[in-house]
């Protein structure tokens, strides 16, 4: 397992974009074997898998979230990042970024504590 | 897939057994797991593959599975053990979770 760490506004505008970084604290990022993913929590509400992204930068999103999402990856800072567009009050949640194997059918092994976004004006 | 998971909340005290279910929708094989939360706290991951334990989880946490029925056994509660749990599903994506079952005092 690894650690992983949220970062980025807690405070986010109407219509604005959102923007997350998950930086992993181990080499893991580099060379395969993981898909860095990202869930996300409304208060009062169940888990939802935004999408998830690998080491080359190949992607795969939710498709309720997909038009307003890019995933990106920078693996010489260890860091991979969500941008959610066009938020509305339905975006506010924990947003938690996790590790899972990359051969499709493996568990989450590490997440990060999450990070509370809430949008508002 | 949807993830049915039973009860909402249960209420235990310390020492005894507890027993949290999930329901897939279709079959999914053995993929499924549960993890641990807490507020403020990274999940833990608990175990997967219906029945493997993450390294350094204690084996008072145990899964079973009956067709597409699975079941989180907790034994001798302790303090730490009283938080928020769910079931999660890896046969597909979009990867989808139970609805979590709070186990308080």
């Known amino acids: 397992q690894v650690q992983l760490l949220e970062s980025g506004p807690g405070l986010v505008r109407p219509s604005q974009t959102l923007s997350l970084t998950c930086t992993v604290f181990?080499?893991?990022?580099?060379?395969?074997?993981?898909?860095w993913a990202w869930i996300r929590q409304p208060p009062g509400m169940g888990l939802e898998w935004i999408g998830h992204?690998?080491?080359?930068?190949?992607?795969d999103y939710s498709p309720s979230l997909r038009s307003r999402l890019t995933m990106s990856v920078d693996t010489s800072k260890r860091q991979f990042s969500l941008s959610l567009s066009s938020v509305t009050a339905a975006d506010t949640a924990v947003y938690y970024c996790?590790?899972?194997?990359?051969?499709?059918?493996?568990?989450?092994?590490?997440w990060g504590p999450g990070a509370l976004v809430t949008v508002s004006s | 897939i949807q993830l049915t998971q039973s009860p909402f909340s249960v209420s235990a005290s310390v020492g005894d057994r507890v027993t949290i279910t999930c329901r897939a929708s279709q079959h999914i094989n053995i993929f499924l797991a549960w993890f641990q939360t807490k507020p403020g706290k990274a999940p833990k991951s608990l175990i997967y593959d219906i029945s493997k334990l993450q390294s350094g989880v204690p084996s008072k946490f145990s899964g079973s599975a009956s067709g597409t029925n699975f079941t989180l056994t907790i034994t001798s509660l302790q303090p730490e053990d009283f938080a928020t749990y769910y079931c999660q599903q890896y046969f597909s994506y979009p990867r989808t979770f139970g609805q979590g079952t709070k186990v308080d005092i």
């Open positions: 992204i690998y080491y080359r930068g190949t992607t």
């Open positions: 996790a590790r899972e194997g990359d051969s499709g059918y493996d568990p989450f092994d590490s």
């Open positions: 181990d080499d893991s990022i580099n060379g395969g074997d993981y898909y």
